[in-house]
T-cell receptor, first 116, second 113 residues
Framework: EPEVTQTPSHQVTQMGQEVILRCVPISNHLYFYWYRQILGQKVEFLVSFYNNEISEKSEIFDDQFSVERPDGSNFTLKIRSTKLEDSAMYFC??????????????FGPGTRLLVL | AQSVTQLDSHVSVSEGTPVLLRCNYSSSYSPSLFWYVQHPNKGLQLLLKYTSAATLVKGINGFEAEFKKSETSFHLTKPSAHMSDAAEYFCVVSAANTDKLIFGTGTRLQVFP
């Protein structure tokens, strides 16, 4: 069964450093998403991406964040200068679209980011 | 705005007994509703979804949920809990005119032998 994969599974970084989280969505999906879950809190939407551009972003997704689909398979989330409060589990998701309706979003296993 | 409220942060049941995880939603339109499960150190797995077809939705692993518009509820049930059901369960609603998902706070299900 196709699945979304994410690398790395865990990342530890120093405050102020740049990190890139990588995702490989399901191959025939066209819509890509990032969510995050701070420990003990809700899963929160960050950004959605379609046709090589951001379709929607949340208030959390400020100028420190960027997304890219550098090739036909990878989808990345970059945090330019990490802050302590960026420590969270980051989930990538992808979905198809059929008949004007969003199809189910399928999630990857997540990358746990710890900023020291 | 759309939102979901999961009424219990923790639920404990004995193996073989029924499971009920409660969820109420708020939406100004006919929503799509989902239940996702997260096992320890694993990703979010879709259990089932409601998209305005049958109000009783069957999912994987014997779970089902019933959409009740009059009660704005979408409770998750299973007739007989198994030890492997121990996990965090999230009730999720799709936001109006967007493709983002809005998550509830989660319910941690414990299953005792």
């Amino acid at each position: 069964e196709p699945e979304v994969t994410q690398t790395p599974s865990h990342q530890v970084t120093q405050m102020g450093q740049e990190v890139i989280l990588r995702c490989v969505p399901i191959s025939n999906h066209l819509y890509f998403y990032w969510y995050r879950q701070i420990l003990g809190q809700k899963v929160e939407f960050l950004v959605s991406f379609y046709n090589n551009e951001i379709s929607e972003k949340s208030e959390i997704f400020d100028d420190q964040f960027s997304v890219e689909r550098p090739d036909g398979s990878n989808f990345t989330l970059k945090i330019r200068s990490t802050k302590l409060e960026d420590s969270a589990m980051y989930f990538c998701a992808s979905s198809g679209w059929s008949g004007g309706l969003q199809e189910t979003q399928y999630f990857g296993p997540g990358t746990r980011l710890l900023v020291l | 705005a759309q939102s979901v409220t999961q009424l219990d942060s923790h639920v404990s049941v004995s193996e073989g007994t029924p499971v009920l995880l409660r969820c109420n939603y708020s939406s100004s339109y006919s929503p799509s509703l989902f239940w996702y499960v997260q096992h320890p150190n694993k990703g979010l797995q879709l259990l089932l979804k409601y998209t305005s077809a049958a109000t009783l939705v069957k999912g994987i692993n014997g779970f089902e949920a019933e959409f009740k518009k009059s009660e704005t509820s979408f409770h998750l049930t299973k007739p007989s809990a198994h030890m492997s059901d121990a996990a965090e369960y999230f009730c999720v609603v799709s936001a109006a005119n967007t493709d983002k998902l809005i998550f509830g706070t989660g319910t941690r299900l414990q299953v005792f032998p």
